[in-house]
């Protein structure tokens, strides 16, 4: 385990390309321990992150957020899919580069909007799902290129996306 990139996998991207869904399943080709900097985030705040939004607001969610990936990431041989908005932190980029192989996901916005409307758990695409997700794209659009590797997910099965995947991080 000499190269950081090495450590661990860590996937970036918006909201619905699926980070969560990809990441277990990556951790189970690689016999990594898979985490999910939401679900973390949950058990440390004791409540659903729609109730974090909702009592203490997104700052909140975001210093959460903050200590659970700083905190995770000094483990090694996970997989660790995040939120979406973390990346919005530049010390949250920070230490993922400096831990492991980040990759980001990404998906065209037709996709995403179909992945995520089925999913109602999302705090911030309350409302007009569609103006939602367009209007928070485009504020993201530069936000994940700081990955090491970009994968596009669109209409590809996710034991495709996993065994690209598992390619680069064999050959990194
Ligand atoms: N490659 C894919 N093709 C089709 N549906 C997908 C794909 N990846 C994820 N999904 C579906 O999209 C939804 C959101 O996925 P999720 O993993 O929660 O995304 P994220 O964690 O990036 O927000 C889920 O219903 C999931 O089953
Ligand atoms: O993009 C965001 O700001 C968020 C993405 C969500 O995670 P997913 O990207 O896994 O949906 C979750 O962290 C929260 O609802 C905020
Ligand atoms: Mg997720």
């Known amino acids: 385990m000499e190269s950081p990139k090495n450590r661990n996998i860590i996937l970036i991207g918006f909201m619905g390309t699926g980070k969560s869904t990809v990441g277990q399943a990556i951790a189970e080709t690689l016999n990594y321990q898979f985490v999910d900097t939401d679900a973390l985030v949950e058990k440390k705040a004791g409540c659903a992150i ?40 530049e010390d949250n980029c920070a230490v993922m580069l400096a831990n492991g192989q980040v990759i980001a996901l990404t998906a065209d916005t037709d996709h995403i909007i179909q992945r995520v409307s089925q999913d109602p758990n999302r705090p911030l695409l309350q409302g007009n799902v569609e103006e939602r997700v367009h209007t928070l794209m485009a504020q993201r659009k530069d936000a994940y290129q700081f990955a090491d590797v970009t994968i596009d997910t669109t209409g590809v099965p996710v034991e495709n996306i996993v065994r690209t995947i598992h390619e680069h991080h064999m050959k990194k």
Do not use: M
């Not at 607001?57 to 959460?64: I, N, P, T, W």
């Open 50 to 89: 729609s109730e974090i939004f909702a009592s203490q607001g997104e700052a909140h969610f975001r210093q959460l957020e903050h200590e659970v990936i700083k905190e995770i990431l000094q483990n090694e041989r996970l997989v660790v899919s995040t939120g979406g908005g973390s990346v919005l932190r």
